[in-house]
C-alpha cells in the first residue's frame, strides 16, 4: 500500500512567536523554521506501517514556500521514500491546501492519507476533514492508535467522552494526535541517505484548482499583557466583588 | 530560548569565523553541505534537549553506586547514549572505509558540544569511546580493528584512559603498572589504575580499557610505557564475548561534579590473569596514547566552555526575568522594579561570561580546523607548519578555558544571587561541573610547565614563530580599521611583551627559576592568544555589520561589546603577569615549608 503524508513548515515550537511591527502577521525573517509536530507523528506513523510490511511506499507532499523542501528533507531522512514540493506564495488556507492534496491523491493513488490533526501555526484542524470530504473517503480524526488489518484501518480517536474506535474502509483520510507515538530522531546516515532521495517540485498554480485566500486578515497583535491581580481582605469582599463584575 | 545552544554563534563560527563552505568543496567532504549540516545539528540539539538536559540534575544527585558487584546508574543515562548511538553519532566523525560518516571535524566539534552543554556526566562516555576508537584506529593492527572497532563505533561497547595510578599521577614516568608477555601472544596485566572514568559500568556490552603498563626490561622512565587494549570481557575470534576478564573494580569515587560518570579505581590482575594486547609498538605507549590525550585535551577545553556557556545561557535569561531594584538614580520605591539585566554590574557579570565562552569558543574551533586542515593537505610542509600551531595552542586550548570559563560559571551563580547558590537551579552544578577540567588531562601546571618549558622552545621557537604571524597577519589585516584602532595597538603591545617575556625566562640559567611562574605565564600567554581571536571576530563582526539585517544587527554589535570588554577589561592583566614572569620571581621558589603555617609540615 501507498501511504501519503502531507507535512507543513512551521514557525519552531521553541520560538517565541514576534507579531510583524505593522501587524499583518507573525514575523518569520531569520526564525527557525521545522516541521509541524503532527506531521512528524504522521511520517513516523507512516514509517512505523513501512517497517511492519504493511506499507510500500511513503511520499510526502508539502506546499508553500521554496524552503519547505527541508521539510520534506526531514520527512525522507525519517523514512519517507520520496517527496513532492508544491511551491506557492503566501499563506495558503486549509481548504486550497486540501484542494491541491485532492489532485495530488488523484495523481498518486495511495491507499491512505496519514497527516497532522492541525498545525501549530494557525491551530486550524481543517485541512484532513475537508481532504476526506472532497475525495469523499472515509476519516478517522485525531489517532491515538492505527491498525491496518484485513483491508481496514482501525483508527482509535481521541474525542472528549474518552476513545471511539472507527473502521474505515480503505482508501481512507487519518489524522494523528499527539499520543500516536514519538517521532524518532533523523539520524546522521539518514540525513546524509536522504539528500540522494528525490523531491519532484511542481507549482501550486498548475493543479488547476481555486487557492486564492477567502479570508482577509485585519491585523494580528500580541495577546493582552496579564495584569495584576488584586487581593481580598475576606470571603465576603470576594463574593461581593465578583458580583460587582457580573461573575456571580 | 535554548539553555544550551547559541544557533547563531554556532553558524558564526562556522561560516564566519572559520570557512566551512570551502571544507564542503573538499573531495573528501563534497556529500555535505550547509542544509545537512543544519539537520544534522538539529538531531543533535533535539536528542540533548530530550534525553541529556532533563535528567542533569536527577543525575547529579542520584550518582552511580557500587554494591561490590555491579555498578548502577540512572537509567535515563542508558537511554540518552543509546539515542546518541542511534543518530550514528559515535561513528560521525570517522572515515567512511571504516563505518563511519565522515563528518567534518567542526561540525562534529558543535554537535559534541550541546551534549557537553546539556550532561557532562553521560556526554564522558561517549567522549571517552571516540577517543579510544580513533587511538585505535590510528595504531592498531587490522586484526585487532576488525574485533573492536565496529561495536565500539556503534556504542555497544565503550572505551576508557588508564594512565593514573594511585601513586602516579602527574608523574606518569612512575607507573608500576606491570605487562608480562606470553607465549600466546597476550600480555598478563598486574597493577592498580585510578580516575578511571567510565571504568566500570553496565552501559554498554563490553568495556575496552586502554591501558599503559611497563615490560619488564624495558627502558626507565616515559621511554618504558606501552599501551594495551585491556577489555573487560575477552572477545573470541568471531567478535562474540568470551570470559570475563581478570579486571575488578575496587571502588568508585565520590566527586565533586561530573557525578554521573562512573570514576574508578581498577584492579588488573589480582588473579594473575588479565589479558592484555599490545596497541602498537612496545614502549611507544606515550606517545600512541597521545593520539587520544592531545583529542581529550582540545575536548576538555570544549566541555569547560559548554558548562560555562549553559551557564551564561541560563543567568541571562534569568536576569531578564527577574525583577529587583532601580537604577542609583531612581530611588522611588513606587516605581516598577527593573529586570536585573538592566543594573549596570549585572551586565558586567553577563558580559564577562560571553568574553569567556566565545572568546574560549574561537580557539576551539581554530584547534579543530588545524586538524581538519591536516586532513585535507597532502604537502608535508603545511602538514608540519599545522601541526606545530595545533603543539603550541594545545596547553592554550585545554587550560585557558578551564580557568576562565569556570570564572564564568561563577559570575553565572553571582547573577543569581542566593539562587544560584542552591541546588534548585542549575548554575552551581555547572560550576562544580566545570572545575574538574582545571584537575584532569593534565593540571594547570603540568600545561604551564609544557608551554614555557617545552613548546616555546620547540624546534627553535619554530611554534611560537609561526603563530605570532598568525597574530600579525590579523594585526595587519585590521590595521586600517578605525574603529579597531586601540585594540589593535593593545594586541601588538601585548604580543611584544610576551616575546620580550619568553626570551627572557628562556635566557636564565636555571631550569626551576624559569619554570616557578609557568602557570601565571600560561594564562597569560592566554589571554594574549584569546585577545587576537577576538580582534579576529570584532574585524568580521564590523564589515559583516555594513549590511547586516533584523537580529544580525545586535549579534554583530554584540560581538564589538565582547571585544571592547576583553581588551578593556582582561587584557591588561596578562601584561601584570608578564611582568611578575619576566622579573623571574622567586616568592614562591623561596617558600620555606614552615613559613606556612609556623610548623614544618615535613
Given at each position: 500500500?501507498?501511504v501519503?503524508?502531507?507535512?507543513?513548515r512551521?514557525?519552531d515550537y521553541?520560538?517565541?512567536?514576534?507579531?510583524?511591527p505593522?501587524q499583518?502577521?507573525?514575523?518569520l525573517?531569520n526564525v527557525?523554521?521545522s516541521?509541524n509536530?503532527?506531521?512528524?507523528?504522521?511520517?513516523?506513523?507512516?514509517?512505523r506501517?513501512?517497517?511492519?510490511g504493511i506499507v510500500?511506499e511513503i511520499?510526502?507532499?508539502?506546499?508553500g514556500?521554496?524552503?519547505a523542501?527541508?521539510?520534506?528533507?526531514t520527512?525522507?531522512?525519517?523514512?519517507?521514500?520520496?517527496?513532492?514540493?508544491?511551491?506557492?506564495?503566501?499563506?495558503?488556507?486549509?481548504?486550497?491546501?486540501?484542494?491541491?492534496?485532492k489532485?495530488?491523491?488523484?495523481?498518486?493513488?495511495p491507499?491512505?492519507?496519514l497527516?497532522?490533526?492541525?498545525?501549530?501555526?494557525?491551530?486550524?484542524?481543517q485541512?484532513?476533514?475537508?481532504?476526506?470530504a472532497?475525495?469523499?473517503?472515509p476519516?478517522?480524526?485525531?489517532?491515538?492508535?492505527v491498525?491496518v488489518?484485513d483491508?481496514?484501518?482501525n483508527?482509535?480517536?481521541?474525542?472528549?467522552?474518552?476513545?471511539?474506535?472507527?473502521?474505515?474502509?480503505?482508501?481512507?483520510?487519518?489524522?494523528?494526535?499527539?499520543?500516536?507515538n514519538e517521532?524518532?530522531?533523523a539520524?546522521?546516515p539518514?540525513?546524509?541517505?536522504?539528500?540522494k532521495?528525490p523531491?519532484?517540485?511542481?507549482e501550486a498554480?498548475?493543479f488547476?484548482?481555486?487557492?486564492s485566500?477567502?479570508?482577509?486578515?485585519?491585523?494580528?497583535?500580541?495577546?493582552a499583557?496579564?495584569?495584576?491581580?488584586?487581593k481580598?481582605?475576606?470571603?465576603a469582599?470576594l463574593?461581593s466583588k465578583?458580583?460587582?463584575?457580573?461573575?456571580l | 530560548m535554548s539553555?544550551?545552544?547559541?544557533r547563531?554563534?554556532?553558524d558564526?563560527m562556522?561560516?564566519?569565523?572559520?570557512?566551512?563552505?570551502?571544507?564542503?568543496?573538499?573531495?573528501?567532504y563534497?556529500?555535505y553541505d550547509?542544509?545537512a549540516?543544519?539537520?544534522?545539528l538539529d538531531t543533535?540539539?533535539?536528542i540533548?534537549e530530550?534525553?541529556?538536559?532533563?535528567c542533569?540534575?536527577?543525575?547529579?544527585?542520584?550518582e552511580?553506586?557500587?554494591d561490590?558487584e555491579?555498578?548502577?546508574?540512572i537509567?535515563e543515562?542508558?537511554?540518552?547514549l543509546q539515542?546518541f548511538a542511534?543518530a550514528g553519532f559515535?561513528?560521525?566523525?570517522f572515515d567512511?572505509?571504516v563505518?563511519?560518516?565522515?563528518?567534518?571535524?567542526?561540525?562534529?566539534?558543535?554537535?559534541?558540544?550541546f551534549?557537553?552543554a546539556?550532561?557532562?556526566?553521560?556526554?564522558?562516555y561517549?567522549f571517552?569511546?571516540?577517543g579510544a576508537?580513533?587511538?585505535?584506529n590510528a595504531?592498531g593492527?587490522?586484526?585487532?580493528?576488525?574485533k573492536y572497532?565496529?561495536?565500539?563505533?556503534?556504542?555497544?561497547?565503550?572505551?576508557?584512559?588508564?594512565l593514573?595510578?594511585p601513586?602516579?599521577?602527574?608523574?606518569?614516568?612512575?607507573?608500576?603498572?606491570?605487562?608480562?608477555?606470553?607465549?600466546e601472544?597476550?600480555?598478563l596485566?598486574?597493577?592498580?589504575?585510578?580516575?578511571?572514568?567510565?571504568g566500570?559500568?553496565?552501559?554498554?556490552?563490553?568495556i575496552?580499557?586502554?591501558v599503559?603498563a611497563?615490560?619488564?626490561?624495558g627502558p626507565?622512565?616515559?621511554?618504558?610505557i606501552?599501551?594495551?587494549?585491556?577489555?573487560?570481557y575477552?572477545?573470541?575470534d568471531?567478535?562474540?564475548?568470551?570470559a570475563?576478564?581478570?579486571i575488578?573494580?575496587?571502588?568508585?569515587?565520590?566527586?565533586?561534579?561530573?557525578?554521573?560518570?562512573t570514576n574508578c579505581l581498577?584492579n588488573?590482575?589480582?588473579?594473575g590473569?588479565?589479558?592484555?594486547y599490545?596497541?602498537?609498538?612496545?614502549?611507544?605507549?606515550l606517545k600512541?596514547m597521545?593520539?587520544m590525550?592531545?583529542?581529550?585535551r582540545?575536548g576538555?577545553?570544549?566541555?569547560?566552555?559548554?558548562?560555562?556557556l549553559a551557564?551564561?545561557?541560563?543567568?541571562t535569561?534569568?536576569?531578564g526575568e527577574?525583577?529587583q531594584?532601580r537604577?542609583p538614580?531612581?530611588k522611588?520605591p513606587?516605581?516598577?522594579q527593573?529586570p536585573?539585566?538592566?543594573?549596570t554590574?549585572?551586565?558586567?557579570l553577563?558580559?564577562?561570561?560571553?568574553a569567556a565562552?566565545?572568546g574560549?569558543s574561537?580557539?576551539?574551533y581554530?584547534?579543530t580546523?588545524?586538524?581538519?586542515?591536516?586532513?585535507?593537505?597532502?604537502?608535508k610542509?603545511a602538514?608540519n607548519?599545522?601541526a606545530?600551531?595545533?603543539?603550541?595552542?594545545?596547553?592554550?586550548?585545554?587550560?585557558?578555558p578551564?580557568?576562565?570559563?569556570?570564572?564564568?560559571?561563577k559570575h553565572?551563580?553571582q547573577?543569581?544571587?542566593?539562587y544560584?547558590y542552591?541546588?534548585?537551579?542549575?548554575?552551581e552544578?555547572?560550576?562544580r561541573?566545570?572545575?574538574?577540567?582545571?584537575i584532569?588531562?593534565g593540571t594547570?601546571a603540568?600545561?604551564?610547565?609544557d608551554?614555557?618549558?617545552?613548546k616555546?622552545?620547540?624546534?627553535d621557537?619554530?611554534?611560537l614563530k609561526l603563530l605570532l604571524?598568525?597574530?600579525?597577519a590579523?594585526?595587519?589585516?585590521?590595521?586600517e580599521m578605525?574603529a579597531?584602532?586601540?585594540y589593535?595597538k593593545?594586541?601588538?603591545?601585548a604580543?611584544?611583551?610576551?616575546?620580550?617575556?619568553?626570551e627572557?625566562?628562556?635566557a636564565?640559567?636555571?631550569?626551576n627559576?624559569q619554570?616557578a611562574n609557568?602557570?601565571?605565564?600560561?594564562?597569560?600567554?592566554?589571554?594574549?592568544?584569546?585577545a587576537?581571536?577576538?580582534?579576529?571576530q570584532?574585524?568580521?563582526a564590523t564589515?559583516?555589520l555594513?549590511?547586516?539585517q533584523?537580529?544580525?544587527?545586535?549579534?554583530?554589535?554584540?560581538k564589538?561589546?565582547?571585544c571592547r570588554?576583553?581588551?578593556r577589561y582582561?587584557?591588561?592583566k596578562a601584561?601584570?603577569?608578564?611582568?611578575?614572569v619576566?622579573?623571574?620571581?622567586e616568592?614562591?621558589m623561596?617558600?620555606?615549608?614552615?613559613?606556612?603555617t609556623?610548623n614544618?609540615p615535613?
Open positions: 500500500m501507498k501519503l503524508v502531507p507535512v507543513k512551521v514557525i521553541n520560538v517565541k512567536p514576534r507579531v510583524k505593522d499583518t502577521g507573525v514575523d525573517a527557525k523554521m516541521m509536530p503532527f506531521c512528524e507523528i504522521a511520517v513516523e506513523e507512516a514509517v506501517l513501512k517497517e511492519k510500500t511520499v510526502v507532499v508539502s506546499i514556500v521554496a524552503q523542501q527541508e521539510t520534506l528533507r520527512a525522507l531522512a525519517m523514512g519517507a521514500d520520496r517527496g513532492i514540493l508544491i511551491t506557492a506564495e503566501g499563506d495558503v488556507e486549509p481548504l486550497a491546501v486540501a484542494k491541491i492534496l489532485a495530488v491523491a488523484d495523481e498518486e493513488q491507499g491512505l492519507i497527516l497532522g490533526k492541525q498545525a501549530i501555526d494557525n491551530d486550524n484542524n485541512t484532513g476533514q475537508m481532504l476526506a472532497l475525495l469523499d473517503w476519516q478517522g480524526t485525531f489517532a491515538s492508535e491498525v488489518e483491508g481496514k484501518v483508527v482509535t480517536r481521541e474525542i472528549d467522552g474518552g476513545l471511539q474506535t472507527v473502521a474505515l474502509e480503505g482508501p481512507a483520510v487519518v489524522t494523528t494526535d499527539l499520543r500516536l517521532p524518532r530522531y539520524s546522521l539518514n540525513i546524509m541517505k536522504a539528500k532521495k523531491i519532484d517540485t511542481k498554480a498548475s488547476g484548482v481555486d487557492i485566500p477567502r479570508l482577509t486578515v485585519l491585523k494580528v497583535t500580541e495577546p499583557e496579564r495584569e495584576a491581580g488584586e481580598v481582605e475576606d470571603v469582599t463574593v465578583l458580583k460587582a463584575a457580573g461573575a | 539553555l544550551i545552544a547559541n547563531r554563534d554556532v558564526f562556522m561560516y564566519e569565523f572559520l570557512n566551512l563552505d570551502k571544507v564542503f568543496q573538499t573531495e573528501r563534497q556529500s550547509r542544509e549540516v543544519s539537520a544534522i543533535a540539539e533535539a540533548a530530550d534525553k541529556y538536559l532533563p542533569a540534575a536527577k543525575l547529579d544527585a542520584n552511580p553506586s557500587f561490590g555491579k555498578v548502577s546508574i537509567p543515562v542508558g537511554e540518552g539515542a542511534e559515535y561513528a560521525a566523525s567512511e572505509d563505518g563511519g560518516a565522515q563528518l567534518p571535524g567542526i561540525v562534529n566539534l558543535t554537535l559534541a558540544g551534549f557537553s546539556a550532561n557532562p556526566g553521560i556526554n564522558s561517549a571517552l569511546t571516540v576508537a580513533n587511538m585505535l595504531v593492527t587490522q586484526e585487532q580493528k576488525d572497532l565496529g561495536p565500539m563505533l556503534e556504542g555497544k561497547w565503550s572505551g576508557t584512559m588508564c593514573s595510578e601513586q602516579a599521577g602527574s608523574s606518569l614516568s612512575d607507573i608500576r603498572t606491570k605487562a608480562t608477555p606470553t607465549e601472544g597476550h600480555y596485566i598486574e597493577g592498580s589504575k585510578m580516575w578511571i572514568s567510565g566500570d559500568h553496565e552501559l554498554t556490552e563490553n575496552v580499557e586502554m599503559l611497563k615490560i619488564p626490561g626507565p622512565g616515559v621511554r618504558g606501552s599501551l594495551f587494549i585491556v577489555p573487560k575477552r572477545v573470541n568471531d567478535g562474540s564475548l568470551g570475563k576478564n581478570d575488578s573494580l575496587a571502588g568508585l569515587n565520590h566527586k565533586m561534579g561530573h557525578r554521573g560518570t581498577l588488573f590482575g589480582e588473579n590473569d588479565c589479558h592484555g599490545l596497541l602498537g609498538k612496545p614502549h611507544e605507549g600512541n597521545f593520539h590525550m592531545n583529542e581529550a582540545i576538555v577545553g570544549h566541555g569547560a566552555t559548554m558548562s560555562a551557564g551564561f545561557l541560563y543567568s535569561k534569568y536576569a527577574r525583577l531594584g537604577h538614580q531612581d522611588d513606587s516605581t516598577p527593573l536585573i539585566i538592566e543594573h554590574d549585572i551586565k558586567r553577563l558580559m564577562a561570561q560571553k565562552v566565545e574560549a574561537a580557539l576551539l581554530y584547534c580546523d588545524l586538524v581538519e586542515e591536516q586532513k585535507l593537505t597532502d604537502d610542509d602538514q607548519r599545522l606545530l600551531l595545533l603543539e603550541i595552542l594545545t596547553p592554550i586550548a585545554k587550560s585557558w578551564s580557568e576562565f570559563c569556570l570564572e564564568a560559571n553565572a551563580i547573577v543569581l544571587g542566593g544560584g542552591t541546588r534548585e537551579f542549575p548554575v552544578r555547572l560550576y561541573d566545570n572545575r574538574l577540567n582545571h584532569h588531562e594547570h603540568i600545561h604551564g610547565i608551554l614555557l618549558g617545552r616555546v622552545s620547540m624546534f621557537g619554530a611554534a604571524q598568525e597574530v600579525q590579523t594585526l595587519s589585516a585590521t590595521s578605525s579597531l584602532g586601540e589593535n593593545d594586541l601588538e603591545q604580543l611584544k611583551v610576551l616575546v620580550e617575556t619568553t627572557t625566562v628562556k636564565h640559567e636555571n631550569v627559576t619554570l609557568a602557570t601565571i605565564y600560561l594564562d597569560a600567554f592566554g589571554h594574549v592568544v584569546i587576537w581571536l577576538w580582534l579576529r570584532a574585524q568580521i564589515n559583516a555594513a549590511n547586516a533584523g537580529d544580525d544587527v545586535a549579534f554583530y554589535q554584540g564589538l561589546a565582547a570588554y576583553f581588551f582582561e587584557l591588561p601584561l601584570v603577569q608578564f611582568k611578575l619576566s622579573d623571574l620571581d616568592t614562591c623561596d617558600l620555606k615549608p614552615e613559613h606556612l609556623g614544618n615535613l
